[in-house]
């Protein structure tokens, strides 16, 4: 009989794309950011079909540990994997889309089908028929018996947050890291806030970032060509909100690339020299300032934080030191297959030894910002409590939380700033930071 399905059926090419994605994931090793700016198929996907691509994505990263379990299920021999890697990434798009996301499930089935034929895994593609439609039936309800936390989050890393936090805690925190985060907007002049509210769709945090939950291309919407605005977390935001009044001021950012902060601190009126070892990072950095128009305002250094010193003294030195970056899961799923207690421990020596470089460069009477994005004390609390040992010249600061919409939820008993991703849950939560300010006698 005839086959009389269309050669390339609607949908085909997005999931063609997520697999070639995975594949560079899952299989190469590459991280998340790279195979998706390097992936042919998928930038050249209309929008909607390159956004469902990478919704698609994301959430096999999030929820790999509970699509592995699923597959451990429904296979008759218990402990063996499905070969070759391609079609248990088949697998994966298919189940996720019947478990996870809203797809028709008959839909789910078809085109995963025809994903393994036009990846010439003929003979399996009645395989992967028979493991859907089973999965169709009973999947999801295997999938509510599951505890995603156990199954997501590697066992170091929750070990390190029960440590911390308490075991009660410490769920809230994995719950948090394991949803889809939206996106967060820093405008160059705040005093346009209520015309970009509008333009953007997008509503504003008590902090004053702007969030956009619908989609879309990024450099599609209202203002990006013409510089009005970056992206940009949140929780990211906050060091230099923490500043208040910087115009006319010296600043040093550390470990600048990107440049988030950097643009913050330049449309701010401060004179920034940015720093940033990696020359690739940096070229994305100018190209952020060029966009902006605020290269007048940013000296940039290519050079290594960990030796580098300035010819003069800055007001205020920001660190937003190289970290396991786990306050970004939300953003970063991949993070959660690639990091290791071993990172863990590498970085906090070098987070260590970065304040200790830093500490200098501060004038008298200056501030020392002190940031990362991970939401281990052992980056964070526990490494300030180290540099002010080393360090008696320099004494912690209160942050002033008016500065950042009174969140008073976010300021630590030690007088830190750590946000975790279940704060502001109902606005959509945040990702996890620790900030902490110190200032130079």
Not at 108 to 127: C, N, P, T, Y
Not at 143 to 162: F, M, R, S
Not at 365 to 380: D, H, K, N, P
Request: proline share 5%.
């Amino acid at each position: 009989m005839p086959d009389n399905r269309p050669a390339n059926p609607e949908g085909l090419g997005a999931r063609q794309a997520a697999l070639d994605v995975l594949r560079d994931i899952l299989v190469h090793k590459k991280m998340l950011d790279v195979a998706l700016d390097s992936s042919t198929k998928l930038n050249q996907l209309p929008t909607r079909d390159r956004a469902f691509a990478r919704m698609l994505i994301t959430t096999i990263l999030r929820h790999k540990g509970q699509l592995d379990a699923v597959i451990e299920q429904v296979q008759s021999k218990k402990g063996e994997r499905p070969s070759p890697e391609t079609l248990v990434i088949i697998l994966y798009i298919g189940i996720a889309q019947i478990i996870f996301m809203d797809v028709a499930d008959h839909a789910a089935v078809d085109i995963s089908v025809r994903l393994a034929e036009s990846e010439g895994l003929i003979r399996q593609k009645g395989f992967v028929n028979a493991v859907l439609r089973r999965i169709t039936r009973e999947g999801k309800s295997w999938v509510e018996a599951q505890d995603p936390i156990t199954l997501n989050i590697p066992g170091w890393l929750w070990q390190a947050w029960v440590k911390d936090y308490g075991e009660r805690e410490a769920r809230d925190i994995a719950l948090a890291s394991l949803t889809e985060a939206p996106l967060d907007i820093t405008l160059k002049n705040s005093k346009e806030t209520a015309l970009w509210l509008g333009a953007l769709e997008s509503s504003c945090l008590p902090s004053g970032s702007l969030r956009r939950t619908s989609g879309g291309s990024i450099t599609d919407l209202p203002g990006y060509r013409e510089g009005a605005w970056w992206v940009q977390d949140a929780s990211s935001a906050l060091p230099v909100k923490l500043l208040g009044d910087i115009a006319g001021l010296h600043v040093i950012d550390l470990c600048a690339a990107p440049g988030g902060k950097t643009l913050q601190l330049a449309s701010a009126g401060a004179q920034v020299t940015a720093l940033d070892v990696s020359t690739s990072r940096m070229k994305k950095l100018m190209h952020n300032l060029e966009r902006m128009k605020l290269t007048d305002h940013v000296h940039t250094v290519i050079a290594d934080a960990l030796s580098w010193q300035p010819k003069t003294q800055a007001d205020v030195v920001l660190l937003d030191a190289p970290c396991t970056a786990t306050g970004t899961l939300r953003r970063h799923p991949d993070l959660l297959l690639f990091k290791t207690e071993k990172d863990l421990l590498q970085l906090s020596q070098l987070q260590g030894d970065l304040l200790d470089n830093a500490a200098p460069m501060v004038k008298p009477g200056g501030i020392l910002v002190y940031c990362t994005c991970s939401l281990q004390r052992r980056e964070g609390e526990d490494q300030i409590t180290s540099f002010l040992t080393r360090h008696p010249d320099f004494i912690k600061v209160t942050p002033d939380i008016s500065r950042i919409g009174h969140m008073e939820t976010v300021l630590t008993d030690a007088h830190d700033i750590r946000v975790k991703p279940y704060h502001l849950a109902t606005l959509g939560g945040m990702d996890g930071f620790f900030i902490s300010l110190l200032k130079r006698s």
